[in-house]
T-cell receptor, first 112, second 113 residues
Framework: SQTIHQWPATLVQPVGSPLSLECTVE??????LYWYRQAAGRGLQLLFY??????ISSEVPQNLSASRPQDRQFILSSKKLLLSDSGFYLC???????????FGEGSRLTVL | KQEVTQIPAALSVPEGENLVLNCSFT??????LQWFRQDPGKGLTSLLL?????REQTSGRLNASLDKSSGRSTLYIAASQPGDSATYLC????????????FGGGTRVLVKP
């Protein structure tokens, strides 16, 4: 069966520090991968998606970047965090086509 | 622009009552709609995926209906329990590259014992 792992689950970072959130999927190949952010009291915002290795599409201009170095690995990064980067980050995957979307457990980032 | 709306934003019911959650979408040419549950501080759990060719989909006490002509989907939860307390979100995929989902704002449900 397919599983999705996301880490770290929680982190507190100072403004200006770097960020790396990692997501891996098991039990499937060539998934579509997504990074969403859920800010307090707000809905889900799609940040990045990837349809293949090295293929990254950005949805909104921001202080973050994403990479897909391997088929089932998706990384969210920042060189210098801002206070506004605080939020709940969710990784998700789906197979090709229009199947179900499955989410990881999320990573809560607090920037101080 | 594709939009998905969920009203009300919050709902409180006594235990045992049936829950009716609404989802409206602007793109009548959808090809599926997905319902999720989110517990506080957790990720989203997929509940039901209903294809555009289906009028409803059932899983246990959950039943989701889809009416493309009116742009509506409804999630019914029969005989609600306190454990059903959570936020419920609906989402519709775009036809653009990546099959990205557009999410509604969610309905926060509280089932009182």
């Amino acid at each position: 069966s397919q599983t999705i792992h996301q880490w770290p689950a929680t982190l507190v970072q100072p403004v200006g520090s770097p960020l790396s959130l990692e997501c891996t999927v098991e039990g499937t190949s060539n998934p579509n991968l997504y990074w969403y952010r859920q800010a307090a009291g707000r809905g889900l915002q799609l940040l990045f998606y990837s349809v293949g290795i090295g293929q990254i599409s950005s949805e909104v201009p921001q202080n973050l970047s994403a990479s897909r170095p391997q088929d089932r690995q998706f990384i969210l990064s920042s060189k210098k965090l801002l206070l506004s980067d605080s939020g709940f980050y969710l990784c998700a995957w789906r197979g090709n086509g229009d199947g179900e979307l499955f989410f990881g457990e999320g990573s809560r980032l607090t920037v101080l | 622009k594709q939009e998905v709306t969920q009203i009300p934003a919050a709902l409180s019911v006594p235990e045992g009552e049936n829950l009716v959650l609404n989802c409206s979408f602007t793109d009548s040419a959808i090809y599926n709609l997905q319902w999720f549950r989110q517990d506080p501080g957790k990720g989203l759990t997929s509940l039901l995926l209903i294809q555009s060719s289906q009028r409803e989909q059932t899983s246990g006490r959950l039943n989701a209906s889809l009416d493309k002509s009116s742009g509506r989907s409804t999630l019914y939860i029969a005989a609600s329990q306190p454990g059903d307390s959570a936020t419920y979100l609906c989402a519709e995929p775009t036809k653009a590259a990546g099959n990205k989902l557009t999410f509604g704002g969610g309905t926060r449900v509280l089932v009182k014992p």
